[in-house]
């Protein structure tokens, strides 16, 4: 049953998204290799013709371009397109898991083949949450080279109020690497994403009308800097790399990215100074 307040949610028609395919390509160029490459700080030089990229740049290629009068208020696409229209005016990317199966060089053309898996409604502290799973494949050159799961979550426009207890502060990791957010690089992000998301560079959007206290760091990105924090501890990419968000993070914020070795690879997390997991993540060779 329906709480007061709170919009009706049909799930008979949610759940007729399922199957529903969108695809893309793009040719992966040394243009977006190289702004990609500063963005992220990556260390050495940018990749050139025929040379390997870091993890996770497929999230900038082959993305859906809406046009802009066809955005939401938030700055995502109106609902009801590829994605189903959930009647909930928060969408945020949960967490997800890639799968390598091949390296993705400078050069390449890339395909994107997504489609909707699924669609669960489920109750949280402030009201239904509902998960959309996307899943992806991406090709180079016609070769199966990533396969992905993706998690976007939607929930009401509450802010969850205090339990009175503090979340528990993030442990350190055996290995650290001190970072700043800032608005250059959240910015920087979006662009190369073609993420229109509002809460990541309208500041009175973020604090006035979602009710955070700055600017949120996209997941993406979190999972990008983890993933490839992971290969630069080990000297190669990873074979499969997870991530879900816990706590949001902000712009304003001093973080870490924080990694420690398991029996199957790396445990790696981002967390600001004294706060708690924001993003938690594995990777294994």
Not at 54 to 63: E, S
Not at 77 to 91: D, I, K
Not at 220 to 248: D, I
């Amino acid at each position: 049953m329906t709480a007061p307040g709170q919009p009706v949610i049909d799930m008979a028609l949610l759940k007729s998204w399922i199957g529903r395919e969108d695809t893309g390509a793009e040719v992966l160029s040394e243009d977006l290799a190289r702004k990609y490459h500063a963005t992220l700080n990556v260390p050495g030089a940018p990749p050139v013709h025929g040379e390997r990229v870091p993890c996770l740049i497929h999230f900038c290629l082959a993305q859906r371009a809406v046009p802009t009068a066809e955005l939401g208020p938030d700055g995502h696409p109106a609902r009801g397109g590829f994605l189903p229209p959930v009647p909930l005016p928060r969408r945020m990317w949960a967490g997800g898991a890639l799968t390598f199966h091949g390296d993705l060089k400078v050069g390449d053309c890339v395909k994107r083949v997504s489609r909707i898996a699924d669609v669960a409604l489920k109750e949280g502290r402030t009201g239904p949450l509902c998960f959309v799973t996307v899943e992806h494949r991406v090709e180079a050159n016609g070769v199966l080279a990533i396969e992905e799961r993706r998690d976007v979550v939607y929930r009401g426009a509450d802010i969850p109020a205090s339990s009175g207890n503090a979340p528990s502060p993030a442990e350190t990791g055996d290995h650290v690497k001190p970072m700043t957010a800032g608005t250059p690089l959240l910015f920087r992000y979006s662009a190369l994403t073609f993420n229109a998301h509002r809460i990541h560079y309208d500041r009175p959007y973020a604090t006035g009308v979602e009710g955070y206290p700055a600017l949120v760091v996209q997941g993406p990105l979190q999972a990008a800097l983890l993933c490839t924090y992971a290969a630069e501890l080990r000297g190669a990419p990873p074979a499969r790399f997870s991530f879900r968000g816990l706590s949001p993070l902000f712009d304003t914020d001093t973080f870490a990215l924080h990694a420690t070795a398991d029996a199957d690879g790396l445990k790696l997390w981002t967390a600001r100074e004294g706060g708690p997991v924001s993003m938690a993540a594995e990777a294994s060779w």
